[in-house]
């Protein structure tokens, strides 16, 4: 079983060349203010030319204004929106890119339910919460999940073999657990053993 990975929060050259390296699937570019990791627009695109066919490039929003997302899709040059508020499947699917929606694990919910919400999103992202670095009770991980479901929150490098093993998700967002002391600067080797730990688990 392959496990996609998603490095998120990415604001840096040298960490999206590690994770170009790695082979990872995807990076995302934060437009939230209030995040340490959120980005210009310009500082964004800088990055979004050095990884444009070289890996996905996802835009993060929460609750932002309409005008706003169709700013970042213009300038910034996006692969993918992943959706972290109240936007309804409407909103989500109004920018001509496929999206993500995450989905508040603060208690058991009902994944297919969210799944029949929003039938035209590519993935459903599953996490204790935006940009808290902290896992839900992956107990309520849907022991069937309906769509392609991501695993977020909490991880890094000391837990992911076992959420891995444990949950079988179909991919994993990290951020905050792949980090040094300052939030929005990623270290190396952390990203390293995140990616070969998860790969490991998923190999069996």
Known sequence: MAVKIKICGVTRAE??????????????????????????????????????????????????AA??????????????????GDEDPAFCAGFGLPYMKAVPMAGPVDAAAWRQ?????????????????????????????PCNCIL?????PHNVSGAVKR???????????????VKGLKDADKMTEFVMEARRAAAG
């Open 15 to 64: 960490d999206l060349e590690v994770l170009l390296h790695l082979g990872v699937e995807a990076m995302g570019l934060v437009f939230y203010e209030p995040s340490p990791r959120c980005l210009a627009f310009a500082d964004a695109r800088r990055l979004s030319l050095l990884a444009r066919g070289r890996v996905l490039r996802v835009g993060v929003f929460l609750d932002a």
């Open 67 to 84: 005008e706003a997302v169709r700013d970042a899709v213009a300038q910034v040059g996006l692969d993918l929106l992943q959706f972290h």
């Open 117 to 145: 919400r929003y039938p035209d999103a590519c993935a459903l992202l599953l996490d204790a919460g935006f940009g808290h670095g902290e896992t839900f009770d992956w107990r309520h991980w849907p022991a069937s999940p």
């Open 152 to 156: 977020a929150g909490g991880l890094g």
């Open 167 to 181: 949950l079988s998700p179909w991919g994993l967002d990290v951020s905050s657990g792949v980090e040094g002391p």
